[in-house]
């Protein structure tokens, strides 16, 4: 249970460690990387390359060793024939010995510029590849430096993004709180005028109602003789309506008035 729980932490802090690192600063932590990298890739190359180069010093004087000690051996010998045919035994045995010491320092020589010649085979096989590899990798380091103007490029047109979605919602969010809607004032205008005539309807049938209809009827008559009186003061009196004539009607033919 101890190892659920801890796994379950580690992997929660590693989400939310994640969710707070700045995308800028890991890009440039990468490329950093990256440089740091090539560097010591360089480093290490040059390193190559410079062995090889001191080979190539130390197979030049090996065999410069050897070509002496070659020409040595050679006078040496020459020398021990010389004492030979002179008849001079003791300086034949010197020069012998001379050109022994001289043969073995050759040989010596001559192995030591063949193991140089064979480590400067390889040398020079590694700093190809040495070379290759600073080259390859310079190529990549180019590419991560494109690849991170892209980046953050797109990460700025997100940042951008997310202020133009935030400003939105923040205007929206704004219109929405700051009052009622127009729905909202005529629900409430309806709700208050069908209160009021709820009201007045539910007055009219109490006896109170019934009282003030009465006493408004009561007044309009009133106002009506009124009226009437001062009309009948000032001499105004209501038009007459005069009746519609009569209509004639004709006389059938061979009608008419009988005189006696």
């Known amino acids: 249970m101890f190892k659920r729980i801890w796994a379950y932490l580690k992997?929660?802090?590693?989400?939310?460690?994640?969710?707070?690192?700045?995308?800028?600063?890991?890009?440039?932590?990468?490329?950093?990387q990256a440089k740091k990298q090539d560097q010591e890739l360089r480093n290490q190359a040059a390193k190559v390359v410079a062995h090889r180069t001191q080979l190539e010093s130390q197979i030049e004087r090996a065999a410069d060793d050897a070509g002496e000690a070659r020409e040595m051996t050679k006078q040496a010998l020459l020398k021990a024939e010389?004492?030979?045919?002179?008849?001079?035994?003791?300086?034949?045995?010197?020069?012998?010995?001379?050109a022994q010491s001289m043969?073995?320092?050759?040989?010596?020589?001559?192995?030591?510029?063949?193991?140089?010649?064979?480590?400067?085979?390889?040398?020079?096989t590694q700093a190809?590849?040495?070379?290759?590899?600073?080259?390859?990798?310079?190529?990549?380091?180019?590419?991560?430096?494109?690849?991170?103007?892209?980046?953050l490029g797109q990460l700025e047109q997100a940042k951008m993004q997310e202020a133009v979605n935030e400003a939105v919602q923040t205007m929206t969010s704004s219109m929405s709180d700051s009052g009622p809607s127009l729905d909202q004032v005529e629900d409430k205008i309806e709700r208050r005028k069908a209160e009021a005539m709820a009201k007045a309807?539910?007055?009219?049938?109490?006896?109170?109602?019934?009282?003030?209809?009465?006493?408004?009827?009561i007044n309009v008559a009133?106002?009506?003789a009124?009226?009437?009186?001062?009309?009948?003061?000032?001499?105004?009196?209501p038009a007459a309506s005069t009746p519609a004539p009569a209509e004639e009607t004709p006389l059938a033919e061979g009608e008419g008035t009988q005189t006696g």
């Open 11 to 32: 992997a929660l802090f590693s989400t939310t460690a994640e969710n707070a690192m700045d995308p800028k600063i890991e890009i440039e932590a990468a490329i950093n």
């Open 82 to 98: 010389e004492a030979k045919a002179a008849g001079d035994p003791a300086a034949e045995e010197k020069w012998t010995q001379a």
């Open 103 to 124: 043969a073995m320092k050759l040989q010596a020589s001559e192995n030591n510029l063949a193991s140089l010649t064979e480590q400067y085979k390889l040398a020079q």
């Open 128 to 151: 190809e590849q040495a070379k290759d590899a600073v080259q390859a990798n310079a190529m990549k380091l180019q590419e991560l430096s494109a690849k991170r103007m892209e980046l």
């Open 201 to 217: 309807e539910l007055h009219e049938a109490t006896p109170e109602g019934a009282e003030a209809e009465l006493r408004s009827a």
């Open 222 to 224: 009133q106002a009506d």
């Open 226 to 237: 009124k009226l009437e009186e001062l009309k009948a003061e000032l001499g105004i009196t």
